[in-house]
Nanobody, 121 residues
Framework: QVQLVESGGGLVQAGGSLRLSCAAS????????MGWYRQAPGKQRELVAA???????NYANSVKGRFTISRDNAKNTMYLEMNNLKPEDTAVYYC???????????????WGQGTQVTVSS
């Protein structure tokens, strides 16, 4: 199967920066779209940023200009550079990847276990 492992979360003051990583391993032929989601207490999970295999990106309005998503296909790894963090960015951040296990197979979605990001004011 496939595992997605996030890292890089933590506690930071408002205005600070963090870099999240999501490494995929296991039975992988190709990774198509990847994305970062977040879920704050009492709120629904929301898309933060997404990136296609061709490096097309899109961002939630709330993070545009502050967050940058990228990927290293050779390492099956995705990143989220977060700058000028705000207390409202506090949430558990999850990575998602749509993976093909072999040529011609359907895409299967996978989730990481989540990493906590806490921004203090």
């Amino acid at each position: 199967q496939v595992q997605l492992v996030e890292s890089g979360g933590g506690l930071v003051q408002a205005g600070g920066s963090l870099r999240l990583s999501c490494a995929a391993s296991g039975s992988i032929f190709s990774i198509n779209a990847m994305g970062w989601y977040r879920q704050a207490p009492g709120k629904q999970r929301e898309l933060v940023a997404a990136i296609t295999l061709g490096d097309h990106t899109n961002y939630a309005n709330s993070v545009k200009g502050r967050f940058t998503i990228s990927r290293d296909n050779a390492k099956n790894t995705m990143y989220l550079e977060m700058n000028n963090l705000k207390p409202e960015d506090t949430a558990v951040y999850y990575c998602n990847a749509k993976i093909r296990h072999y040529p011609g197979s359907w895409e299967s979605p996978y989730w990481g276990q989540g990493t906590q990001v806490t921004v203090s004011s």
